[in-house]
């Protein structure tokens, strides 16, 4: 079983084995937070801090007949000591947790989150409601507000889907634009349909333009950076050529949007195609603006 799961099971565990759903995903970010690596990562959301991988978790375990849930509750169907197999460290946090915890409402959580970590409350639709007027200042003050027209480029290799969506936010992302030929992945939350929900849910436009793309079959056997550059030389010299319209509409929305990021896999800006197609952008007429690799 991953490790993370081993953590709500446990978070269960010290609570009595059955929890509030929204609860749970409260504790659990209080808990990450403690973490030097965290087991979750968490996006500002309607009601604060928010995981798709938590309740992507949830749903896998609950498949297995690990937990049962209801609209509300989630309760622990197993009567192993998940506990136990914690490092030391997460054992301390989750008494930590209990302790200061414990004995909190679900509204005394939002608030304590909103006030602590402002950041995660910025897409709150109650953020106004439940603070005041000093502490809503603050979470307005965490809100990302560039007026400079930027064209991003983004990787989602080796980080998880909160992480990549966290860096969209904080850069004020308007639109993203996915140049993968064939949008599909193995890796939770970047296949087409997922990712443009998950985005839409934030309110950053999604887009895909799959003839900018590089084919499959080409990225085979890809061992060197020389393996990289020969691919990227044939693109530059082959494909680019031929999608200047879809450059001139990618440059189109620039220029609307202000912020707009390209998106691929590969965090090594060096070995991703996302890198030439921008620089093929940048050299369109009137184009005067900065690119950014997040």
Known sequence: ???????????????????????????????????????????????????????????????????????NNITLNLQADYYSQLKQEDKIYL???KSQFGTMTNEDLIKYTYVNYPYWATKSTIAKKVLSADEYKNVEQCKPQFNKTIL?????????????????????IKVLVDV???????????SKNQLQRYCE????????????????EQRQEINTQDDYDNIFAAYCKN????TKATQNRIFELLEQKERIALTCFEANINQCHRKYLAEAIAELPQFNYEITHI
């Open 95 to 97: 008494q930590q947790i």
């Open 152 to 172: 991003f480029t983004i990787g989602y290799e080796g980080i998880s889907l909160e992480e990549y969506l966290n860096r969209l936010i904080r850069n004020d």
């Open 239 to 242: 494909s680019l050529p031929k």
């Open 1 to 71: 079983m991953f490790y993370r799961r081993k953590i709500i099971l446990a978070l269960l565990q010290i609570f009595g084995n059955e929890m509030d759903k929204l609860h749970l995903l409260k504790l659990l970010f209080v808990f990450t937070q403690k973490q030097t690596t965290k087991v979750y990562d968490f996006i500002p959301y309607q009601l604060g801090c928010f995981s798709y991988s938590v309740y992507a978790d949830l749903n896998a375990m609950t498949q297995k007949n690990i937990l049962s849930e209801t609209n």
């Open 201 to 216: 849910n934030l309110s950053i436009e999604y887009l895909h333009f799959p003839e900018v793309g590089i084919a499959s």
């Open 180 to 190: 993968r030929r064939n949008p599909l992945s193995m890796k939770y939350g970047f």
